[in-house]
């Protein structure tokens, strides 16, 4: 199976940095995927880390460590609209499979 | 193009009943999954459907069942509605087959069951 901590909540400043990490136990492993979803929205994708390393898309970066079962995703600039709650997710191996298992959830408190 | 089409978007039905839920995913996508989201439970894979086949499902007691038709449109339908059933029921929609699949969402069927 398959299960995904992340911390429930955070909050941070208007323009500072902020990290929210998820640690990961999975029975294979197809890469971790982040999304943000605001209260009342959809969940929208943010990332995707196949290999270990940094991904940066803007002010979002999103960061791997296979041999660590961990990741984190890193918002830089933080503005109030980036409050919102963020999970990252796993998939399942298996060709075509779709089973994407969510982390917890971290609610992201952006404060002026 | 258009996105995951989700309907309907609230419902109250009452303990004992059953509902059916309709999702339209995004056009050319042929997979589809469903998620319950509960404030304590948080996003939970109900199932997932490709080519109207289920080829994935989570652990949620028989009474949640869903399809798949020709045209890659899913519906969920839950039997014998109980209280704790109340959720945002979403919708993703995907095109299996690359590793970096992304999973488009749609708004979600809010159900009440009271």
């Known amino acids: 199976g398959q299960s995904l901590e992340q911390p429930s909540e955070v909050t941070a400043v208007e323009g500072a940095i902020v990290q929210i990490n998820c640690t990961y136990q999975?029975?294979?492993?197809?890469?971790l995927s982040w999304y943000q979803q605001h209260d009342g929205g959809a969940p929208t994708f943010l990332s995707y880390n196949a290999l270990d390393g940094l991904e940066e898309t803007g002010r979002f970066s999103s960061f791997l460590s296979r041999s660590d079962s961990y990741g984190y995703l890193l918002l830089q600039e933080l503005q109030m609209k980036d409050s919102a709650s963020y999970f990252c997710?796993?998939?399942?191996?298996?060709?075509?499979?779709?089973?994407?298992?969510f982390g917890t959830g971290t609610k992201l408190q952006v404060i002026p | 193009k258009a996105g995951v089409t989700q309907t309907p978007r609230y419902l109250i039905k009452t303990r004992g009943q059953q509902v059916t839920l309709s999702c339209s995913p995004i056009?050319?996508?042929?997979?589809v999954s469903w998620y319950q989201q509960t404030p304590g439970q948080g996003l939970q894979f109900l199932f997932e459907?490709?080519?109207?086949?289920?080829?994935n499902k989570g652990n949620f007691p028989g009474r949640f069942s869903g399809r798949q038709f020709s045209n890659s449109r899913s519906e969920m339908n839950v039997s014998t509605l109980e209280l704790g059933d109340s959720a945002l029921y979403l919708c993703?929609?995907?095109?299996?087959?690359?590793?970096?699949?992304?999973?488009?969402f749609g708004q979600g069927t809010r159900l009440t069951v009271v």
């Open positions: 056009s050319g996508h042929r997979s």
């Open positions: 999975t029975s294979g492993f197809y890469g």
């Open positions: 459907y490709f080519s109207e086949t289920q080829r």
């Open positions: 997710a796993v998939r399942d191996p298996g060709g075509g499979y779709q089973k994407v298992t």
């Open positions: 993703a929609s995907s095109n299996p087959g690359q590793a970096n699949t992304e999973a488009f």
